[in-house]
């Protein structure tokens, strides 16, 4: 799944750049998009991040472009790599800004670990 957002100004700390913060709560979001889409109908709750690598700093005016990949399913859980690429205002470039893996797990009403279907 790829997903977009603009870098805007009340996303950046007071050097001018992306709040690491922000990008960690958008790449949650983004993961977890792609996991309820992947398995509709199941509950998932962020159970790790392996690595949170950041790779360059972003300023007001990129686009962030998110992509998510399936990288392993188990019973219970399933993985995302999910990699960042930014670009420039009135650039052609995109750079690598952040990657990470991140973990989900089902769980059922009560908040017990569910398999997933």
């Known amino acids: 799944m790829e997903s977009f957002i603009l870098v805007r100004p009340q996303h950046l ?3 001018g750049y992306l ?3 922000q990008l960690l709560a958008w790449v949650d979001e ?3 998009l792609a996991a309820s889409a992947d398995y509709p109908g199941c509950r998932f709750v962020t159970r790790a ?4 690598e950041f790779c360059k700093p972003v300023t007001a005016g990129t686009t962030l472009r998110f992509i998510c990949t399936e990288k392993k ?13 930014g670009r420039a205002p009135h ?6 800004v952040f990657f990470t893996i991140i973990t989900f797990v089902a769980l059922d009403d009560a908040g017990n670990k569910k398999v997933i279907n």
Not at 49 to 52: D, N, P, Q
């Open 13 to 15: 700390n007071h050097f």
């Open 19 to 21: 709040f690491g913060g």
């Open 30 to 32: 983004m993961a977890w």
């Open 49 to 52: 991040l392996a690595t949170v």
């Open 73 to 85: 399913k188990g019973q219970t859980s399933v993985s995302y790599e999910v990699s960042v690429k």
């Open 91 to 96: 650039s052609h470039l995109e750079k690598d």
